[in-house]
């Protein structure tokens, strides 16, 4: 079956970028979209942004001047970038299959901002 | 951009039903899908419903979805509820432009 894996630093200093990858598994990332979700601490979920297998993608307006997200087919990995990070970023970030709805996710990554 | 609203927390005892709504604050409920996520402490959330009413492979019939156009609202009906089911439900949907909007989650209580 389908699995999603994310790695990354676990501490990211302020005004710094957070990057992160997911890994796949039993499945190509040459087809479908994919996502990442971040959940802050005791908070709900946000979407961050998603990535079609053509290249295209699409961001939350909210994040969008400081998030990039791309796909590396070689190794069938996608991956996160948030520049300018500030404690509010400070969350467990979920990789996923999908554009519209997710499913299955990662098991998330804790990212925590601080000097 | 629109808003998804549930109920911060539900509450009821096994065996009982249970119903967690999900109103969009704008547009028509009906215009764009809808799904639903369970998630339990310290996990990645899970699909129970799909396409406002499809359940996947492996979720029970306990779990259904519906969409009221007259409310604007989505929801998710659990039956004959078991201590297992308790957790964070969130619903989820998607604007015209495919932007993603989560609902803020409502906590499940099987007293």
């Known amino acids: 079956q389908v699995q999603l894996q994310e790695s990354g630093p676990g501490l990211v200093k302020p005004s710094e970028t957070l990057s992160l990858t997911c890994t796949v598994s039993?499945?190509?990332?040459?087809?479908?979209?994919w996502s990442w979700i971040r959940q802050p601490p005791g908070k709900g979920l946000e979407w961050i942004a998603y990535i079609y297998h053509s290249g295209s993608t699409n961001y939350n307006p909210s994040l969008q001047s400081r998030v990039t997200i791309s796909l590396d087919t070689s190794k069938n990995q996608f991956s996160l970038k948030l520049s300018s990070v500030t404690a509010a970023d400070t969350a467990v970030y979920f990789c996923a299959k999908g554009g519209n709805w997710f499913d299955p996710w990662g098991q998330g990554a804790l990212v925590t901002v601080s000097s | 951009n629109f808003m998804l609203t549930q109920p911060h927390s539900v509450s009821e005892s096994p065996g009982e039903t249970v119903t967690i709504s999900c109103t969009r604050s704008?547009?028509?409920?009906?215009?764009?899908?809808v799904q639903w996520y369970q998630q339990r402490p310290g996990s990645a959330p899970t699909t129970v419903i799909y396409e406002d009413n499809q359940r996947p492979s492996g979720v029970p019939d306990r779990f259904s979805g519906s969409i009221d156009s007259s409310s604007n609202s989505a929801s998710l009906t659990v039956s004959g509820l078991k201590t297992e089911d308790e957790a964070d439900y969130y619903c989820q949907s998607y604007d015209s432009s495919n932007r993603v909007v989560f609902g803020g989650g409502t906590k499940l209580t099987v007293l």
């Open positions: 039993g499945d190509s990332i040459s087809t479908s979209y």
């Open positions: 704008s547009g028509t409920i009906a215009t764009n899908y």
